[in-house]
């Protein structure tokens, strides 16, 4: 089977590159021919050397990186992304039997789709958040700082002032909306969601696109080692972009108030204010060292998202280690935490993370909740080769209902009734 894997970066800066780097190296471990197709020009993550994986860089910039006209009007249709891509996929010295998008908003645009859904082969798509759907892609009124509650590209979601940086940036996102609703038309999506919440959410949402709905859970790359001693840790550690929508926030002030230190990797909007709070902030960090610095420092790994979070893939990687996870409840990831029992499942406001923290200072309850955590975990592992077993699974019945159509028979996946 050849797996072409779409992603716009080819290094880790996040949940979704992460992912779908490691999909690629696991498919490609599972026997798959892998071709990488990066569209923004960069580095790229040692998985992605294999004997098994192409990588093609399409050398596209990062909206981000062009002026304000131009990055609004390549983010609502980027014809060159397009042109680009079928180039390459023209060019490619086997045919593809999949195709899997993991991320688009950065520099490929809703033009892209288009192009893929035209080849009449299997396409997937990962939904690492609700881009397909919300114009801000995350349900998130910044201007409330709570999450929304209205319906995609309605009045309301058009008049509301949610996007994080102004006014005008949600009318070239609501642009993007309506051109990717445009580009897909009538067809149907086939998407993947990382988590049970995230599939409620969509499955109850009917967003005005037919999708069909798959579950498979993001892969973590942790070797089983002896669990961590999170009662010799010395601090609630956080992983990830500091910013509000995470509840970085929430972490450093609920962490003051229950007396334990809080100590922040990565680095975002925020940094600046928890520093002034005599935070320790470390910056953004390789994954060894993240799992060293987890493994020395760690008491629990909070994750406090005030949004509906996918992930974060920081909750996985804590318990694999053996240590106890503060998930929010609107998090798609404490799905995985027992409350109670592996860690705390709690709203993400400062009384519930306080609550949480006072429990973690007795060294005893600390122990046995990693110990629990860790026994939990390795019971059912999330490993990247039954990642890879999952994502071939899901292409081969795709494959076999595009044949199947192609006869004039509907498949049982087609049979569903698409939202």
């Not at 992603?7 to 071709?35: I, M, Y």
């Not at 609004?72 to 980027?78: D, P, T, V, Y």
């Not at 108030?257 to 909007?269: D, E, T």
Request: hydrophobic letters at 45%; charged letters at 20%; one cysteine or more.
């Amino acid at each position: 089977m050849h797996v072409v894997i779409l992603a716009e970066f080819a290094a880790a800066s996040g949940g979704a590159e992460k992912v779908a780097v490691e999909s690629a190296r696991g498919l490609a471990e599972a026997g798959a021919e892998v071709t990488f197709i990066q569209a923004v020009a960069g580095p790229a993550d040692p998985l992605l050397t294999h004997p098994r994986l192409t990588r093609i860089t399409l050398d596209l910039p990062d909206v981000w990186s062009l002026p304000a006209w131009r990055a609004a009007a390549s983010g609502i249709w980027n014809g060159e992304a397009a042109a680009r891509l079928a180039g390459a996929l023209d060019a490619l010295p086997r045919p593809a039997n999949c195709l899997h998008l993991h991320q688009w908003t950065r520099a490929f645009s809703p033009a892209v789709l288009p192009v893929l859904l035209g080849r009449g082969l299997p396409l997937v798509l990962t939904l690492h958040d609700y881009a397909l759907t919300c114009p801000n892609g995350v349900f998130y009124r910044f201007d409330r700082s709570e999450p929304c509650a209205l319906t995609p590209l309605s009045g309301a979601c058009l008049a509301a002032a949610c996007d994080p940086k102004s006014r005008r940036h949600k009318l070239v996102r609501v642009g993007r909306a309506a051109a990717l609703r445009l580009a897909t038309g009538r067809a149907e999506l086939d998407v993947i969601h990382v988590c049970d919440a995230s599939r409620a959410r969509m499955e109850a949402m009917r967003p005005g696109l037919s999708l069909r709905h798959h579950r498979i859970d993001n892969p973590v790359r942790v070797e089983q080692r002896a669990p961590a001693e999170p009662a010799r840790g010395d601090a609630v550690v956080y992983v990830g972009r500091l910013t509000p929508e995470k509840g970085a926030d929430l972490v450093a002030e609920a962490a003051q108030r229950a007396g334990l230190p809080a100590l922040f990797v990565g680095a975002g909007l925020l940094e600046a204010r928890l520093r002034a709070a005599g935070a320790e902030v470390l910056g953004w960090k390789s994954p060894a060292e993240v799992e060293t610095i987890l493994r020395r420092r760690a008491r629990a790994v909070c994750a406090p998202s005030r949004w509906f979070e996918t992930g974060p893939l920081t909750i996985y990687e804590a318990l694999a280690q053996g240590l106890p996870v503060v998930a929010s409840r609107r998090s798609g990831a404490a799905e995985k935490v027992i409350d109670g029992q592996t860690g705390f499942v709690v709203e993400p406001e400062p009384e519930a993370l306080v609550r949480a923290f006072d429990a973690l200072k007795d060294d005893a309850r600390t122990a046995q909740l990693g110990r629990a955590a860790y026994e939990n975990y390795w019971q059912a592992p999330l490993t990247l080769a039954g990642h890879a077993r999952s994502l071939l699974a899901l292409y081969r019945e795709l494959g076999d209902a595009s044949r199947l159509r192609q006869c004039g028979i509907m498949s049982p996946i087609e049979t569903a009734q698409p939202s």
